[in-house]
C-alpha cells in the first residue's frame, strides 16, 4: 500500500500566500475563499489571512455574511441556497473605501446574521499596499462579479462543478491539518 504525501497545513497555506504576493504585492487587492456550505471557508480565510502576514504583507479579513440583508428582506436564503448579500452596501462601505487606499477607512462588517441587525460601524484604515481575504459562499453570484482579484476555492473533497474556470486556485480541505492544492479534475 502507497501513502499518499499530505502537506502541512503551514505549507499549503505558505505556498498559496507566496503565490499571492507574488501576484499582488503592491496596491490594495481582494483575495474570496468560497466553497461550497459547511466547507469551513473562515477558518481558512483566517488561516490564509495569517499566513499573508507571517510572509510580511498588510491582510485584513472580512466575511460576505456580514453584509446580508434582514429576514423579510430577502435576508434568509433557501434551503441550500446562501442568503443574499447586500451588494450596494458591500460595495460602498467596504470594497470602494478599501480600493481608495491611502488614509480611506472601510468598514469590515455592517450586519449581524444572528441578531439581524445592523451593527454599528468599526472604521479600519491600512496600508497602501494591503489585501483584504474575504470568505463566503457563492462569491460569483451577480451581485459580486468582479470584485475578486483571487479566488480560492475549498472542497471538503467532492466535486467541485464548473468552478475550475472561476477559482484562481482550488484547495481539498478534507482533512484540515492537511489541506492539499488540487491541480487536476480528481479531489
Known amino acids: 500500500m502507497t501513502t499518499r504525501w499530505a502537506p502541512a497545513k503551514k505549507d499549503t497555506l505558505r505556498a498559496?500566500?507566496?503565490?499571492?504576493?507574488?501576484?499582488?504585492s503592491r496596491g490594495r487587492a481582494f483575495v474570496a475563499v468560497d466553497g461550497p456550505s459547511g466547507a469551513g471557508q473562515s477558518a481558512f480565510?483566517?488561516?490564509?489571512?495569517?499566513a499573508l502576514v507571517e510572509a510580511g504583507h498588510a491582510a485584513f479579513r472580512a466575511s460576505v455574511s456580514d453584509f446580508g440583508r434582514p429576514r423579510g428582506e430577502g435576508g434568509a436564503g433557501a434551503d441550500g441556497e446562501p442568503a443574499p448579500v447586500d451588494g450596494a452596501v458591500l460595495r460602498r462601505v467596504l470594497v470602494e473605501p478599501f480600493r481608495l487606499g491611502g488614509s480611506t477607512a472601510w468598514v469590515p462588517a455592517a450586519f449581524d446574521a444572528a441578531s439581524q441587525r445592523e451593527v454599528e460601524p468599526r472604521w479600519v484604515t491600512g496600508p497602501d499596499d494591503a489585501?483584504?481575504?474575504?470568505?463566503?459562499e457563492a462569491l460569483g453570484r451577480p451581485e459580486l462579479v468582479g470584485l475578486w482579484n483571487y479566488t480560492v476555492w475549498?472542497?471538503?473533497?467532492?466535486?467541485?462543478?464548473?468552478?475550475?474556470?472561476?477559482?484562481t486556485a482550488v484547495v481539498d480541505v478534507s482533512d484540515p491539518e492537511h489541506p492539499r492544492r488540487v491541480f487536476d479534475d480528481a479531489c
Open 16 to 24: 498559496l500566500a507566496t503565490e499571492i504576493l507574488h501576484n499582488y
Open 45 to 50: 480565510a483566517d488561516d490564509l489571512a495569517a
Open 131 to 136: 489585501l483584504l481575504v474575504v470568505d463566503g
Open 154 to 167: 475549498v472542497t471538503p473533497g467532492g466535486g467541485r462543478g464548473g468552478l475550475r474556470a472561476v477559482a
